[in-house]
């Protein structure tokens, strides 16, 4: 996390407070304390997608108890501000597996219903922040949700992907005409809500596209 804690430096005044438990600590690794740092298992895994759209994906941490609760966290109890040490693990697979070179962030578009109700899209907070370390551009509301889902994680694999058709356009192919797209989702289950984010921009002129979560609730 050397890297990582070098730009948050730069970035932000260091407070020594940690994002995940919120105590005073001494000797954080970027927003996360070492007490909270030690329950997460980071990994930086790629999995296998077998798509033809995306061409590798990646998460950061294992979805162990501390994962599973500060994800449950950061999607569904409003915690938004865990987008910081979420965004850190995660720009910080970007270094480990050196992926890249990569042209442009682009994250999984919540349906506009469902972010009314959260107030955010979690994605998108993480693509932001990935996109400010990496110094690259984001695409904002191009890629888009065209109609409300049901919750992937009730569905089996079969139904999850009759779920998911056509759910997603993209209003201007210009913009990623050619380009190496990272594409954020929060969790990686079946990977198939990223193989459908991957096959719209694909089939739309991207050049190549690579995934990252945070974690996957799967085991690859
Ligand atoms: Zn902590």
Redesign the pocket.
């Known amino acids: 996390m050397e890297y990582i804690k070098a730009i948050h430096n730069l970035l932000f005044p260091t407070r020594d407070i ?1 994002y ?2 919120r ?1 005073k ?1 001494k000797g954080m690794e970027g927003s ?2 070492k ?2 740092y030690s329950f997460l298992e980071v990994v930086n895994r790629e999995v296998e997608l077998d798509s033809s759209y995306v061409k590798r994906a990646y998460y950061a941490i294992v979805y162990n108890r501390l994962g599973k609760q500060i994800v449950g966290d950061f999607k569904f109890n409003g915690k938004g501000y865990l987008y910081r040490p979420l965004g850190e693990l995660m720009a910080n697979t970007i270094y480990d597996k050196d992926i890249g070179p990569l042209d442009m962030v682009i994250y999984v578009p919540s349906h506009r219903r469902k972010e009314a109700l959260r107030g955010y899209n979690q994605s998108r907070l993480l693509a932001e922040y990935i996109a400010q370390v990496l110094e690259i551009p984001i695409s904002h509301d191009n890629l888009i949700k065209t109609r409300h889902t049901k919750e992937q994680r009730t569905l089996n694999r079969h139904d999850r992907m009759i779920n998911l058709r056509d759910a997603f356009k993209l209003k201007n192919s210009h913009e990623i005409d050619e380009k190496r797209i990272l594409l954020i989702d929060d969790i990686l289950t079946t990977g198939s809500t990223m193989i459908e984010c991957g096959k719209v921009l694909m089939v739309n002129g991207a050049k190549e596209v690579i995934g990252l979560a945070i974690t996957s609730s799967k085991r690859f």
Request: charged fraction near 10%.
């Open positions: 940690c995940i438990c105590e600590s996360i304390c007490n909270c």
